[in-house]
């Protein structure tokens, strides 16, 4: 320590986070394993809930040119051969293109939602960290503070100011750590949140993209209007069937 700085007699040394871990007791280790479990899952969500992964542009690309040639069997299959989001959302729709386009704009609606809620599973262990361990920390502060006033209660001789302070601070430790765990968890479920509705709007516009070019589907009505029935001709020129010849009043059944 440089002569000009000298440390302040009985200053407390600082001590680290690992430190303020260890004097949580079992509190700070149900925290220690919520950090752990909090930084894999916000780690694993930010690398595998991108948009190149959800919306694979090659695979945008290579739907719009089948999509446009109307090469729909085509596409289905390839949108089925895909494991992202956005290939079973035009799965779903490929599956489907013959019901006209109000139909699918139903089932768009539908997998979207579904899509979405799929997606929201990782924030909400974000949500719950960020509930739980503020309350965890809490627990055991109070728990710390009925512990040192239950000490302080049974001694025949009043606690110095100190002692009672270095108890109170090993109890407040347990809230500084859930505040700790919470307040990342709270930033990475926003974040998170956002993301999600971000690729979720992305795709349903992608989607809404390529129904533009869907092929439209011939009514029921008319394709029946354009086939033949038994018996008749729909061309204006062809002969018509010649009538059943009438029945002779003169003649009996008997």
């Given at each position: ?20 871990f ?6 700070g ?13 916000i ?12 919306i694979p ?18 596409a ?7 494991s ?17 386009h109000e139909?699918l ?7 979207v ?12 262990y974000?949500?719950?960290m960020?509930?739980a361990?503020?309350?965890?920390g809490?627990f ?31 109890a407040?430790?347990?809230t ?6 919470a ?11 956002n993301?999600?509705?971000?690729l ?11 129904l ?8 029921a009505?008319h ?6 029935a ?25």
């Open positions: 320590t440089p002569a000009g700085n000298p440390v302040p007699a009985g200053e407390p040394p600082v001590q680290s986070l690992l430190e303020m260890s004097h949580g007791g079992w509190i280790v149900v925290l220690v394993i919520f950090s752990l479990v909090n930084v894999t899952v780690v694993e969500f930010f690398l595998n809930i991108r948009e190149s992964r959800i542009p090659v695979l945008v690309q290579r739907l719009e040119e089948l999509i446009k040639e109307k090469r729909m069997k085509e289905y299959q390839v949108a089925g051969s895909q992202s989001e956005f290939a079973r959302l035009m799965a779903a729709l490929l599956a489907r293109y013959q019901r006209g139909r704009l139903e089932v768009l609606d539908r997998e939602e579904g899509i979405a809620t799929r997606l929201n599973r990782r924030p909400t974000f949500a719950m960020a509930a361990a503020p309350l965890m809490l055991g502060t109070v728990s710390g503070m009925i512990n040192e006033f239950r000490v302080i209660a049974a001694s025949d001789i009043a606690p110095k100011p100190s002692q009672m302070a270095a108890g109170i601070s090993e407040l430790v347990a500084y750590l859930g505040l700790v765990v307040i990342p968890a709270a930033i990475a479920y926003t974040f998170a949140r993301r999600v509705h971000h979720v709007q992305r795709m349903t516009y992608m989607a809404e993209m390529h533009e070019h869907f092929p439209v589907p011939v009514p009505s394709a029946a209007a354009a086939s033949p038994s018996g008749t001709s729909s061309h204006p020129g062809a002969p018509s069937r010649p009538a059943a010849p009438p029945r002779n009043p003169g003649t009996s059944a008997g």
